[in-house]
């Protein structure tokens, strides 16, 4: 098949895309009872299973530039920023939905793309796509994902949970996206291996998806939340979630070399912190589950887990750096222009 | 809490936003374990219960204009088309998520009024809006809903499963909605009860949810589908879906009244056949199960049911009128500029 006069996804039509999307499905795993087809899908839920849902999207001129990012990285990170939020949850994935809203003169080639990136993540983690929905668009492109998890009732990963005294975990190094987005915004091709890591984290996000249901599984984490908007902003949601307050270790943040590179005055502190997009996860543990939660942690050799502060009984959020207490700083507020992220709804204490 | 300085959802921000939603929302059902305000919501599947799960999304400019529909109706009717395909599965709702994506101008009044008729539906039909998505659009609004439902596993209504003589019986009656967007296309006020009702069926859609889930309760259709496209749409996905083809009689087509005086050349059947929008259901019925299907159906005294046509052994859709065949008028492609329905993946025959 040749794109023929058709270039455009306005020009293909819509069956001619449903056509492209379904010649590249694999075909389903065996809980997908029903899937692209019919008026909905159909999912067996797994036997003593709960279902987990979550939804993200990501809008152009918003979250992502066209001329920045290639298409498939687009699609990729649709879906990786939603697995990030089942991770955190501890839920292995079940299926996805994707709608896209689409200009009509996308060019059809950027059309697969987006397909292209998406469905390869889908494949590796396990995600069918059991469905969605084409619209037309006026505007920007618009991807908006919806992922279905399933986990054991007892073992889902809440925000809250966490007591006073519980020590914090992260997983990897942070700040490569925010440096990577740096990358972007300076126009500037990434100069060695620590570069080329954090443009591929902003790009490419990977969930920690079997990491968070490991833990999820061992039972020794008390809460858990993905760290879209930052290590700061994560720990003010795991306090807020239990009505505690948070002290973070300045000291003890694991930064990425991109980011400590990318801003020398802090060796990227600040960028750890409050960059966001890292899609790794904030754990509360219990001090008496420590070494059971490290031995889980640990079996994934290649994901670092670092202990970056506690839960404290009084609320407020705080940076520790030598002994000295100061006010941790904001993650990012996601509704301004120009922000890179979305934000799913939450019910802060002082939201309700 | 009154509005203040801040006057659109540019101004008021994510929090505040997130704020006036939560303020909405009522306790979820026992069946939520986890709602609004964590990484993801958890559901109980329900015992024996498969999931069902359907996206759809409404773009301004090409699904709806905001001069035209007030907010409630574009939120209530973002909530109606995915309901009525849960209802075309023959699924109870469980939960919705709402992604939205907010021009950064939009007055705070529409957008409590989007997520008011959003609310109002959901709690009407016991369907909790359990998270969802706040991002900036810089083009249109754009609403985009996850249905999530349940039903029993051998019960579920596939589009797949009708045979050659099963006889077709659709709800209601026809080509309402599209007689209510062409009163609004004149920019006419609706003049006498028909015409009142026109509109509000194309503003405020209820989708067949009682109905689909007791119909698929009682085992007695073979297969169903909404008319989300019109009933020329349906009654060909019902026969693809089986690779078999279809005959509707002309003179059975239910016409809502309304739908013929905005056309009286044809006493409204094209707008009955193609219009679309109508949100009711069409079930393929064998005819051995018929009177049990219909004692099923005349439990709702005030939701007509009609039989229509029927499935053919050899592809191919037809109108029959006066014992003369003539093809089955198209509905809707919905891609294309101005039409002012989306369509959720289909996989028909031709399309695979």
Redesign the interface.
Known sequence: MTDGPAST??DA???A???R??ARLAPPPPWV??D??????????GRG?????????L?????FRRDWTAPDAIGHKALAVNLS??A??G?APR?A?L?L?LP?DLPLGEFDGLLDGFLALARETGTPL???????????L?L?V????A?T?RR?L???GGRPGDELYVTGRLGAAAAGLRLREAGRAPAGEAERECLDRYERPMARLRFGVAIGRSGTAAA???LSDGLADAARQLAA?GSLGVALDAGRVPIHPGAASASPADDGLQLALAGGEDYELLFAVRARRRSRFLAAARRFQTIGITRVGRLLSETGAWLERDGVREPLPEGF?????GRPA???????AS??
Chains 1, 2 share one sequence.
């Open positions: 996804v306005g039509g819509e069956r895309l449903i056509a999307l379904s009872l029903v692209v087809g019919d008026d909905a899908a159909v999912l067996d839920p299973q709960v279902g987990v849902v979550t939804t993200d999207a809008v152009e001129g918003v979250h939020d089942l955190a949850m839920a299926a939905l709608s809203a009509a059991v469905g969605g929905n084409i619209a037309r668009s006026p505007g920007p618009v908006d919806t992922a279905l998890g986990a009732r889902v809440r925000r809250a858990a939340v993905d979630a507020s996601h509704f301004e222009a979305g934000r799913p709804w939450t019910r802060n939201d309700i």
